[in-house]
T-cell receptor, first 117, second 109 residues
């Protein structure tokens, strides 16, 4: 059974039209992440939450926002999508972080593909 | 900051053995992870090394040398389904994982 679930899997939006991607997890993990991945590139971290503490990467554009209303759910809001925002958006979780060993690996959802037209 | 280097592409034949290398530069070291990603899919965890040496999991093994800031992923008895991208990754903080640029493995019949 999927443990990190993303919806929708595929989203087409118009240039400038706000879009929200959602993520839910059944692992009860403290940390949730949003990564952006473009074709043939590595996943790039946008932000993460430890519980309710929000941590934005310095180079994440203001156009990207996130909400985590409870432990299980996290949302990625793109306020005014541009053509350059077309990518796969990956939600991921980890129990308490990534430093303490294999048990603290990151679990990824299947991704949400965003197309901007 | 952290940086990782790995080859962009590797090609091998079915049944063969292939090694994917990763060199890293880190301000502190907490372990090297490997992830597999099939086209259109999500990255999935393969292995983790915190100490020097070889870790084996079935057909896949991962090696680490901390003194050389180097690791590799070894895939044996290659199968067509092993065609995917492989990423090495290291923690950049307690919570943040930094990925290498990925190695695309193509397995030919």
């Amino acid at each position: 059974d999927a443990m990190v679930i993303q919806n929708p899997r595929y989203q087409v939006t118009q240039f400038g039209k706000p879009v929200t991607l959602s993520c839910s997890q059944t692992l009860n993990h403290n940390v949730m992440y949003w990564y952006q991945q473009k074709s043939s590139q590595a996943p790039k971290l946008l932000f993460h939450y430890y519980d309710k503490d929000f941590n934005n990467e310095a180079d994440t554009p203001d156009n990207f926002q996130s909400r985590r209303p409870n432990t299980s759910f996290c949302f990625l809001d793109i306020r005014s999508p541009g053509l350059g925002d077309a990518a796969m958006y990956l939600c991921a979780t980890s129990r308490d972080g990534v430093r303490t060993g294999a048990e603290d690996t990151i679990y990824f959802g299947e991704g949400s593909w965003l197309t901007v037209v | 900051g952290q940086s990782l280097e790995q080859p962009s592409e590797v090609t091998a034949v079915e049944g063969a053995i292939v090694q994917i290398n990763c060199t890293y530069q880190t301000s502190g070291f907490y372990g090297l992870s490997w992830y597999q990603q099939h086209d259109g899919g999500a990255p999935t965890f393969l292995s983790y090394n915190a100490l020097d040496g070889l870790e084996e999991t079935g057909r896949f093994s991962s090696f680490l040398s901390r003194s050389d800031s180097y690791g590799y992923l070894l895939l044996q008895e290659l199968q067509m389904k092993d065609s995917a991208s492989y990423f090495c990754a290291v923690p950049d903080s307690s919570y943040k994982l930094i990925f290498g640029s990925g190695t695309r493995l193509l397995v030919r019949p």
